[in-house]
């Protein structure tokens, strides 16, 4: 268990320090948006990609959080769906998770 929560809080540090590098990128704390218009659009484009990607990390990260709280209570391997044990393989591949593999199929 141990092993799976220091995992998880490694991962969720480099999803904050993700999202902090896409909030920077939003906030142009590198300059303003280039003059040249077709710059501009390649730029427009470029935050399009970084708000879908913030999004994204910003819901990994609320399942983190979500599973660090479950281990926490004593219940990270536990389904939160029907209560069976988590196969160890899941937690593995995907250590985050909080339904086993039967429930997340539902």
């Not at 913030?54 to 990260?61: F, G, Q, S, V």
């Not at 281990?71 to 196969?87: F, L, P, T």
Request: hydrophobic share 30%.
């Amino acid at each position: 268990m141990t092993d799976r929560k220091s995992e998880l809080e490694t991962l969720k540090a480099d999803l904050t320090a993700r999202l902090s590098r896409y909030e920077a990128h939003q906030h142009r704390e590198a300059g303003a948006l280039d003059k040249d218009f077709e710059e501009q659009a390649t730029q427009t484009q470029n935050d399009e990609v970084v708000d879908s990607l913030e999004t994204e990390t910003r819901a990994e990260l609320v399942q983190i959080e979500h599973a660090l709280a479950r281990i926490e209570n004593g219940v990270g391997d536990e389904c939160e769906s029907c209560g069976e044990a988590i196969d160890p393989r899941r937690l593995q591949v995907l250590p985050y998770t909080t339904v086993c593999v039967d429930c997340a199929e539902d």
